[in-house]
């Protein structure tokens, strides 16, 4: 049975996992990398969501305030042994509760255009597609959601 615990960017199970996804995005995004690197520090992050199986870190994903009503979701990762299992979806979940009991009213989210597994989890979650905010606009190898909370 998976266990869902509220924590910081501090935490050390998290920046585990955030290493895990760097090395992928890496791998994945090449030199662009280091482009969507400057946007994915940890300092402005304090709200976190990880899912463990166990003593085991799993899964993880955080929110970050983006205006006054609007959070975004950003660092969401599942380890590759444990994906397709509804833990994405469930902490994406967790977030959104969490984003509510904070007073926020949207989530918006950037992800890889060619992510076709997190295109699914947002759209299956009521995330719609929306044009590319911040410092992601005009960026080609972006898409961005949001959904109403």
């Not at 969507?36 to 993880?60: E, P, R, S």
């Amino acid at each position: 049975m998976l266990v869902y615990r509220r924590t910081t960017s501090t935490d050390k199970d998290f920046i585990s996992l955030v290493g895990k996804l760097d090395k992928h995005l890496a791998k994945k995004n090449g030199e662009n990398q280091e482009f969507y690197g400057q946007f994915n520090t940890l300092d402005a992050i304090k709200h976190v969501v990880l899912a463990y199986n166990g003593k085991m870190a799993v899964g993880c994903g955080a929110i970050k305030q983006y205006n006054p009503e609007v959070m975004e979701v950003k660092r969401m990762y599942t380890r590759a042994e444990y994906r397709g299992k509804g833990i994405a979806l469930s902490v994406l979940n967790e977030l959104e509760k969490w984003a509510v009991e904070l007073g926020f009213s949207k989530c918006v989210l950037e992800t890889d255009k060619d992510n076709a597994g997190a295109i699914h989890i947002y759209r299956k979650n009521g995330y719609l597609p929306i044009p590319n905010y911040g410092q992601y606009q005009g960026v080609a190898m972006s898409v961005c959601f949001e959904k109403a909370l």
